[in-house]
């Protein structure tokens, strides 16, 4: 990041002398702006999950440069929101972008520095978390925390009766856990199936293991988990082997899309049957998109939201990147 | 503060009623037992008292280290980030090592090895730079806390480091296998303890601890080798980090940056629950195991209910924390008029 910033005041400074130079530079200027500069910014991987989403970030780079030679991607990560709201300065004033895509550290402190590129005339796609004002986005690319919810239960109903048993283990208390979980519990309603008790294991596989344990020393019968994320799952997993409670049908359902997980499922595991795809990879999409949105005949501005797919050994093998650190 | 001869005396004057500085978190820790089985009976169930024995081992072999550091008048906030770091250092090994050496034994004893010397070269560094460095035990591991995080984020990619399913089986008996119906950890938590309270209450060692975290000053001119003392009792608590990992590892076989978050700090609650001074100067090894139970038991009774509501478990946890403490920290002087 310091490197990038001492790029960045470098670039300012010759900038300026440029500028006092005249109109000969200028020239110079608009050549190097035929280039269509599309940056790209998102939070510092710190979790599997974000580690993906840096993954294929990059490997969207590569692919869209290699098609579009005019296409020249920036890609930009920040360890926290005042990080990123500079970075985004820096790609007006120094790259000059022409679009920006962006996943926000968080809504509330982004929102202003986002809209302050819109007024540079920049295309926005904004990925994931959505900005706290409406209307500042051109696109929105978002995986659906409802939807996983909805397809997780949805699952559940295909494979339990009336009367059996399941715990939930979700996420850290958030919008987002919330969304999953009400939905879920919507659709799990008046199917009866009994949810025992629900408990926060923070997507974590720790967290997992202990949550488990205890519902296992609590509830003698127990026919299904909801474990809303892959990481969860893992824990969930170690614990019903420990108590070996891991026959008799039990099965475990997580979320996200965990390159391990889906070649469990591929090997056809029984324990964890299915995956519900909350991907990292819809920073590529949102990338795609926004490249179409300068490329395509087509009209690209709106929603586009992911489907909470449901992976099945089946399908596992279109969601399975083994180079991918998540 | 409380120095050794104050604690000598008031113990002496105490003994003819009822200690609660002694039996303050005993008590503390019967209460939460007598409330979780009127919640639920399954829990002083085997099984669940297995599992909460278990799982207080990563967090009270780290607190024995912990008690040493604080009695000597310091502090180690890089514990938890050390865990991590190291745990992320002895699966990419192992992982490395299945080549040369196979997926055997070796191969096991190799990275446990290596997670011994690591923790106490961590455990060095930290008291050299307090000590020799002279720099405030709060700031060197703060410093060291952010540093070990940030490289096991740096060797997982961001991701998370799984240790090859080959060698999982070979080590996963560490964690889960019992020897006389008690789990591994617990046999090495027991010998951590017990090692810890022969140290601290039998040696010279012990003594020089609680006399530096009295009075630095006086311990100097008594000609005690303060910065050697010091460095030790950091060395002490790499050392028992170590411990923890090598239990800690075989359990899920994976490290990642959200490995060991906030140990540091239930450590050092685990200490203050137990009775030893944050200030130095007195410490309580069978107060900090007592401590470390406590912990654990509030999350498990936490997660035996649905009375209360998820979003209030860190207010639950923080209170019986508070109570705990308070119980043991009063002047409590029951059948003895004034």
Redesign the interface.
Known sequence: MAALKEEAMLMKKALGVIAVTGALAFAGAAVAQEKIKIGVSYPTPTHAWAAGMNWHAEQAEKRLEALYPDVDLILVNSPDPEAQASALEDLVSVHQIDALVVLPFESEPLTDPVLNVKKSGAWITVVDRGLSQPGIEDLYVAGNNPELGRVSAQYMKTRLKEGDNIVILRGIPTVIDNERFDAFMAEIEGSGINVLDHKHANWNRDDGFEVMQDFLSRFPDIDAVWAQDDDIAIGVVAALKQAGRDGDGMFVVGGAGMKETIKAIMDGETLIPVDVLYPPAMIATAMDQTVAAFKSNGPVAGRYILGATLITPENAENYYFPDSPF | MMTASDDTAAKSAKRSSIDFKTIGPAVALLILCIIGFLL?P??I?E??LT?LLT?SAFIGIIAVGATFVITAGGIDLSVGSMAAAISGVMIIIMNNAIETMGSGVPTVLLGCGLAIVLGIGAGWVNGTLTTKGKIEAFIVTLGTMGIYRSLV?YF?????L?LNFDIRGTYRPVY?DTFLGLPFPVWVFIAVAICGWLLLNRTAFGRYCTAIGSNEAVARYSAINVDRVKTLTYVIQGLCVSFATIIYVP??G?A????GVLWELEAIAAVIIGGTVLKGGYGRVGGTILGALILTTI??IL??T?VIS??L?GTMQGLIIIVAVFLQRSDWKLGKSK
């Open positions: 639920n399954a829990f169930s099984g669940n599992n799982r984020t997982a990619d961001g991701g998370t799984s889960y359990r899920l994976s990642s940056a959200s490995t999350g498990n997660n035996f649905d998820n979003y478990n």
